[in-house]
């Protein structure tokens, strides 16, 4: 089955930019979306389609995908952004979800 | 607005069977284009991907798990019902279901349910 792999853990200063990275095997030629979970609270799609934000989501986030590797970029990052992240794509052979391990944003 | 919220037991025995609901408003599951998906979280790990279903009741089933989950639909009670079989302490976590925008076009979970946690122990 496919698999997706992200870094355990990113750390970034306040106002800075930080870049979350997840691979995978020709990530590029598939579509990728990203969650945003706070603690207690359930996730949220910050990027689809690997660079589209829905409605609500601040201009700072940003994706791109290609070759084996997506990317989530937050530009001027907030002491709010400081959450796990997850990248998700699907198997295009079987329509299956999968996610990545999650990465943990620091804002030191 | 899209709305989706679990529910179902918060502790089963190892062995039994485990059903959970989500219930929903402001989709149709008989309108073209539009699914559900059910996903997983133990306590303090990643999300797992558990199954979706199409509004044209086309099954999506995690590999790993294939053999324990049904996912079913009621589109009269805008429901969706996930059983799994043979539980085990492993399956501690906290179960959500979420739309799936644009069925087959990728577009990402983008509306999900608060969350409803599951213990198995004995």
């Known amino acids: 089955s496919y698999e997706l792999t992200q870094p355990p853990s990113v750390s970034v200063s306040p106002g800075q930019t930080a870049t979350i990275s997840c691979s995978g095997d020709k990530l590029g030629d598939k579509y990728v979306c990203w969650y945003q979970q706070k603690p207690g609270q359930s996730p949220v799609l910050v990027i689809y389609?690997?660079?589209k934000r829905p409605s609500g989501i601040p201009e700072r986030f940003s994706g791109s995908n290609s070759g084996n590797t997506a990317t989530l970029t937050i530009s001027g990052t907030q002491g709010m952004d400081e959450a796990d992240y997850y990248c998700q794509a699907w198997d295009s052979s079987t329509e299956d979800v999968v996610f990545g391990g999650g990465t943990k944003l620091s804002v030191l | 607005q899209i709305t989706l919220k679990e529910s179902g037991p918060t502790l089963v025995k190892p062995t039994q069977t485990l059903t959970l609901t989500c219930s929903f408003s402001g989709l149709s599951l008989s309108t073209s284009g539009e699914g559900v998906a059910w996903i997983r979280q133990p306590p303090g790990k990643a999300l797992e991907w558990l199954a979706l279903i199409y509004w044209n009741d086309d099954k999506r089933y995690s590999p790993s798990l294939r053999s324990r989950v049904t996912i079913t639909k009621d589109t009269s009670k805008n429901q969706v019902v996930l059983t799994m079989t043979n539980m085990d302490p492993v399956d501690t976590a906290t179960y959500y279901c979420?739309?799936?925008?644009?069925?087959?076009?990728?577009?990402?979970?983008?509306?999900w349910g608060q969350g409803t946690t599951v213990t198995v122990s004995s």
């Open positions: 389609q690997d660079y």
């Open positions: 979420a739309h799936i925008a644009e069925a087959y076009y990728h577009y990402g979970l983008d509306v």
